[in-house]
């Protein structure tokens, strides 16, 4: 038996198609540091200022996620690729001198596009998934580069189009 409905592949199809900025999610969990990159991070309020992103909880951070009063989002640039890679593909996603304590106790990542500190309002869980909604209380704008996209399996970076207003 399957658990495979008749449109998972266009569902995963349609998804690699769509371009999403790339993002590390961060979390001290007793004294510890976890994270993850999402491609998942969406704003939702200006006022007062929240942004949501979804996780399995199946993940090894969501015991940090589901615990923890605080957390980072760090939004990456072109030049943080290899940043990316850790954070999705390896475990030792903080061994080095690439991040401090800020905040909260929450893991800051250096020489990003810049980063938030936010309060942890809901955690809505929905069978192995959970969206995690997040209210701003720090942050720091870093250079204006280029973003990281993730599309269809790959990295990217947006081209400008040949258009004026």
Known sequence: MTDKTPFEGTFKEMF???A????IITVNYQGEPYGFTATSVASL???PPR???N???SSSSWPAVANATHLGVHMLGLENQ????????TKDRFGGDHWEVGPHEVP???DVAGWLIGKIQMRLSFENNAVVVVEVVEGEVGDDGSPLLYHAGGYGQP???????
Do not use: C, N
């Open 108 to 110: 800051i990542l250096k």
């Open 82 to 89: 290899a940043l990316a890679d850790r954070f999705a593909r």
């Open 51 to 53: 942004f949501t992103f």
């Open 16 to 18: 690699r198609r769509h």
């Open 159 to 165: 081209v400008p189009l040949d258009y004026e207003i």
């Open 45 to 47: 309020s200006a006022q």
């Open 55 to 57: 996780m399995a909880r």
């Open 20 to 23: 999403a900025g790339v993002a």
